[in-house]
């Protein structure tokens, strides 16, 4: 990676500073792209004509504010960019109001850069284990006639019967075409329930910790968001309040502390919703990956009354690319969602939900599951197996038991902070995040350690990471 770098003329007191400044500079600039390797530290000190213990410092001052990733024995690596340009991208003053509103950085979201050791971050499903060529086939499969225009705002008739015979048959789901709507994923169903359900100021109970995104969607379209406490049976029941006039629930693995709803929490929950006669939104995240026992009944299952809306996204399981979910509601109130989705997006994209509906109906997705399966499994073994070992020597305090999903957490000795490590982690070339942002209290974060994008090697050497690194802070 070759730069231009101009010390000429700059006395020796200064050149420290004005390297920082001027790799900084192109680092933020977009000059290098993430992942990029740095010069050495001895042809940048040739090429300089100046000290390799002046580099080195400036290496590791960028290295230590982020900008760059520094490997023992691999070199210095350019880090994720995008936050530092987009700072230094001025707003035009129309837009102020826009970009003080969302106040948050998507930066986040992209790829860690080439040459990271492993990327923990939770909730992504291996794309080495995209199903590539039962998914062109049926794609391929759906191109003999040109797309045929606007389509049903409640998605593709054929989808709409594969996803209702699919959650039949995995779930005991028990509906029809009529009762399905197909969304942009499971977020895009959060969204339609959010302005078409909920009234300004209506109270949404939610699970906290739970997913930031659910609650965000409710939050956006003037909802009251109610925190509602989650312990290892799910979300406390007795807690909801009075006024809710919306629960949003994820039973089958809890976001992000992994708890199963219990069966009783599961009456309880509905009684109270029909107390309260608020309308259950059941999130059935991560249900297609569970690791012991047998899934538990769905509420939309055990609801005799009809106020749950069951929520399903095919993100995990194939892709989260393909923006395809769904809920499942009465037929009238599909039809009320479906006419409300006409001024936000109009329909689903064709092509993808044709093609998804062959995926499904000739037997790939079934197929796919099999196999994705048995691969998430040993990594979770492999995870548990590594996380046990480290709550037995006490470098952990505890962890949720993985029972299903790609993702675990685990709980540290009160003197080490989740955030704090999870920063030194990614300076160390490992990308991972902590339940901080799902959290609305003030407690201690845990961390959570996900493991779609880290097959069984990644994961290893980011676990050896992670021992490593919490061994130096003790
Ligand atoms: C709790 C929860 N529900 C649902 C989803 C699926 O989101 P989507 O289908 O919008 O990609 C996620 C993704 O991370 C999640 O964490």
Not at 131 to 138: E, Y
């Amino acid at each position: 990676m070759t730069v231009d770098l101009f010390l000429d003329g700059v006395p020796a007191r200064q050149r420290s500073a004005a390297l920082y400044e001027q790799l900084h500079t192109a680092i933020a600039h977009g000059r290098f792209a993430a992942g990029d390797r740095l010069p050495t530290t001895r042809s940048l000190a040739d090429e300089l004509g100046i000290a390799r213990s002046t580099i080195a410092t400036v290496y590791a001052r960028l290295v230590a504010e982020g900008h760059a990733l520094g490997r023992v024995g691999d070199g210095t690596f350019v880090g994720p960019t995008t936050a530092t340009v987009r700072a230094a991208s001025p707003v035009p003053a129309p837009f102020a109001r826009a970009v003080r509103q969302t106040g948050r950085s998507v930066a986040d979201l992209e790829s860690p850069p080439r040459g990271w050791l492993a990327d923990l971050r939770s909730g992504r499903p291996d794309p080495a284990l995209f199903p590539l060529t039962d998914w062109r086939q049926s794609v391929t499969s759906t191109l003999h006639l040109p797309p045929p225009g606007y389509d049903h705002p409640a998605g593709l008739p054929e989808l709409r019967r594969a996803i209702a015979a699919w959650i039949k048959r995995s779930r005991g789901v028990d509906a029809t075409a009529d009762h399905v709507l197909v969304t942009a994923g499971a977020q895009g169903a959060f969204d339609l329930c959010a302005h078409t359900i909920v009234g300004p100021d209506d109270a949404v109970a939610v699970e906290d910790p739970g997913y930031r995104l659910a609650r965000a969607s409710f939050a956006a379209r003037g909802a009251r968001i109610v925190a509602v406490p989650v312990d290892r049976d799910g979300i406390v029941v007795d807690h909801i309040p009075a006024h809710a006039r919306v629960i949003v629930v994820t039973p089958s693995h809890q976001a992000p502390t992994g708890a199963l709803l219990s069966p009783d929490r599961r009456r309880q929950l509905l009684q109270r919703a029909g107390e309260l006669d608020a309308i259950v939104i059941e999130d059935d995240y991560d249900t297609e990956y569970r690791y012991v026992d047998r899934p538990l009944e769905p509420l939309h299952r055990l609801d005799t009354s009809g106020r749950t809306v069951y929520v399903g996204s095919f993100s995990k399981t194939i892709s989260p690319s393909l923006r395809l979910g769904f809920l499942v509601a009465p037929p009238r109130v599909v039809d009320a969602l479906a006419d409300a989705r006409r001024v936000v997006d109009a329909q689903p994209p064709h092509l993808t939900q044709a093609a998804l509906a062959a995926f499904i109906t000739n037997g790939a997705f079934e197929r796919h599951l099999r196999r994705t399966r048995r691969a998430y499994r040993e990594r979770r073994d492999l995870l548990v197996a590594r996380l046990a070992g480290m709550a037995d020597d006490g470098s952990i305090s505890a962890f949720a038991p993985c029972q299903a999903g790609l993702h675990t957490t685990v709980s540290l000795p009160d003197d080490i902070d989740a955030e704090d490590l999870a920063r030194r982690l990614h300076v160390a070339g490992v990308a991972i995040a902590t339940t901080a942002d799902d959290q609305l209290d003030n407690r201690p974060s845990d961390l959570v350690i996900g493991f779609g994008l880290a097959d069984g090697n990644r994961l290893t050497v980011a676990l050896d990471l992670i021992s490593a690194t919490l061994s130096t802070l003790r």
